[in-house]
């Protein structure tokens, strides 16, 4: 009987002790009491990087008739992976140190459903694949030589995706070998400054429902088999339907690390805006790098479940455009590091 009294005793005081934490917690700066509710007849969308203002235009097209977000993110980001001037998506992306191009893209709805597909090759759309593994099969991820057998049995054209300049770059580069990631590194590329990497793209449609994609051929000369953060939900891309959206762009190692995506979504749930969460991720990224290496940069950006949106960055260079009823505008993301 002495045991149980103890029990009972330590457990009301633990109890207490755990709404008391929470009491405390719920009055933090960084915490809102504020419910969040859905936004009807506003759709926006946002995506990263200056050529997201192309790719947003496309997903409006579709937004402004009612369709789904998830619709409207595939539709858009279809728009540079298709585009072979663009050597981080897609058609003519830059290949890995053999020289084969692999593509890596997710994609989540309202409903918590993902696909995604990592090291991709000979599809131009890997972000319809992801989008057909989530819609057909009990995955949420196919990888390699399964997701491109995948492909090929749902209709998907088998296709050269290493143009003749992405290959003379390629070959140049096997003169030194030299694998030293450049932060920004494609503002110093031929293609110029609008040629940037991963595009990450957040929706909310007339109904207040959300959704995302991410799409890249990822870091320029990776190792054989490498895959970034852009097809792993949560790191790259993450969705919840209650509070909002993330999408990143940059070093994926230093993305999957933190799991950065998810860690905004789940600040913005604390209250925090979508400017601030995405600062606290890039914070948590920071603390890893105290000597703040030159050649590392990486970019969050966030769409909350009122239609406000907010980017931050480790390092200056980092864009995102938007598109609404109000406006269709590029934002340079307030950042970490000079």
């Known amino acids: 009987m002495s045991d149980r009294r103890d029990f009972v005793k330590k457990s009301l005081l633990s109890s207490a002790a755990l709404l008391t934490a929470r ?16 936004t009807t007849g506003a759709p926006i969308v946002i995506s990263t ?26 539709s858009g980001v279809r728009v540079p992976e298709a585009d072979a001037t ?10 890995d140190r053999d020289g084969r191009v692999t593509l ?46 995948f492909a090929m049995d ?24 030299k694998y030293t990631p450049q932060a920004n590194i494609e503002n110093k590329m031929p293609a110029g400054p609008g040629n ?21 051929s990822g870091m320029a000369y990776k190792m054989r088999g490498r895959i970034g953060d852009s097809p792993i939900i949560g790191a790259g891309l993450f969705v919840d339907n209650e509070v909002g959206a993330a999408t990143s762009s940059g070093l994926g190692e230093e993305v999957i690390r933190t799991v950065g995506s ?25 603390a890893h790098h105290p000597d703040k290496p030159e050649e590392i940069q990486v970019g969050f950006l ?6 406000e949106f907010g980017a931050f960055a480790l390092r200056d260079g980092f864009t995102y455009a938007v598109r609404s009823h109000k406006e269709e505008k590029i934002y340079s993301a307030p950042f970490l590091w000079k």
């Open 23 to 38: 009491s405390a917690f719920a009055h933090s700066p960084e915490v809102s009491d504020k419910h969040y509710t859905t």
């Open 49 to 74: 990087w200056d050529f997201g203002k192309e790719a947003n235009a496309e997903a409006w097209k579709m937004l402004s008739k009612n369709s789904r977000a998830v619709d409207a993110v595939e």
């Open 262 to 286: 998810h860690l905004v979504v789940e600040s913005m749930r604390l209250g925090m805006s979508p400017e601030a969460a995405c600062r606290r991720a890039i914070e948590r990224i920071a």
């Open 302 to 307: 966030a769409l909350n479940k009122h239609g």
């Open 104 to 149: 890596d893209a997710s994609i989540m709805d309202d409903k918590g459903n993902c696909g995604s597909v990592a090291c991709l090759e000979h599809v131009v759309h890997a972000i319809s694949v992801a989008r057909m593994v989530m819609d057909r099969t009990p995955h949420v991820m196919l990888a390699g030589e399964g997701a491109f057998r």
């Open 196 to 216: 940037h990497d991963t595009i990450g793209m957040l929706a909310m449609d007339t109904y207040g429902n959300m959704g995302g994609a991410c799409t890249t």
């Open 154 to 177: 749902n209709g998907f054209k088998k296709e050269n995706l290493l143009t003749e300049q992405s290959e003379q770059e390629w070959k140049e580069w096997l003169k030194e070998h």
């Open 86 to 95: 663009n050597q981080t998506v897609g058609r003519g992306g830059r290949p």
